[in-house]
């Protein structure tokens, strides 16, 4: 059946004072065998721009943080542009075993930069996603591969290795290579290229969560499945 959320009340960090609803069946961890979510920021269907920051699997560890704000409403969530040079930091130091479910619309295909990433500082530890001419495109370690085609809109995620689009599985595994490097933290709206954001996109994103293992195919649809109906 259709994810259909009910609502709970959750506090909110001391500094904030009160309460907001948040989902019962938790977008990012639908299913308990899902124990290793590190983070997820969901921009959609909260009530301000502050709290579309929070850590909803941890408040108050590795709630985003502004390199330059994105513009921000209810309905469209967080809103990148390339020319406003906007990005978000996540705090995140990933891994080759790491896990990643992005939401998006409005991606500008003319506009060929990064929606997520980091590159580590010889460029040997990567992961990104961006799209251009035909495909969508991931990085893995020191692996550049295509996947056409191209999207102004969806759900994809990359679970070590294996991409993901709209809960399959997009295509084969990825090959394994590079990741011999240390790793520096995701940014979202861009690529953290060893400490500064480059190729900042243009896109609308409603929703990103991390995992700090290789999630499975069954876990991966379970979540993305949940996600696409917030």
Avoid at 45 to 58: I, R, T
Avoid at 133 to 140: A, T, V
Wanted: hydrophobic share 40%.
């Amino acid at each position: 059946m259709p994810f259909q959320p009910r609502l709970r009340s959750r506090s909110r960090p001391a500094a904030a004072g009160g309460t907001w609803l948040l989902p019962v069946e938790i977008w990012y961890a639908p299913t308990p065998d899902i124990t290793c979510c590190v983070a997820a920021y969901q921009s959609i269907g909260v009530p301000g721009y502050a709290e579309s920051k929070w850590n909803l699997a941890n408040i108050g560890t590795n709630d985003l943080s502004e390199g330059i704000a994105p513009g921000w409403s209810p309905v469209h969530g967080w809103q990148f542009t390339d020319a406003g040079g906007t990005y978000l930091k996540t705090g995140i130091i990933p891994d080759e075993n790491y896990s990643y479910v992005i939401r998006f619309t409005n991606h500008d295909t003319a506009d060929v930069n990064s929606m997520f990433g980091m590159y580590g500082a010889a460029e040997r530890s990567r992961v990104d996603l961006w799209g251009t001419g035909p495909s969508m495109i991931w990085w893995y370690g020191t692996t550049e591969e295509n996947r056409p085609p191209i999207a102004t809109a969806g759900v994809f995620g990359l679970a070590g290795n294996q991409p993901y689009r709209n809960g399959l599985p997009d295509g084969a595994a990825l090959a394994v290579a590079g990741w011999d490097e240390a790793a520096v933290e995701i940014y979202l709206g861009a690529v953290n290229d060893n400490g500064s954001p480059l190729y900042e996109n243009t896109v609308n994103v409603q929703a990103f969560s991390i995992y700090s293992c290789p999630l499975t195919a069954t876990q991966m649809a379970a979540i993305m499945a949940a996600v696409a109906h917030l």
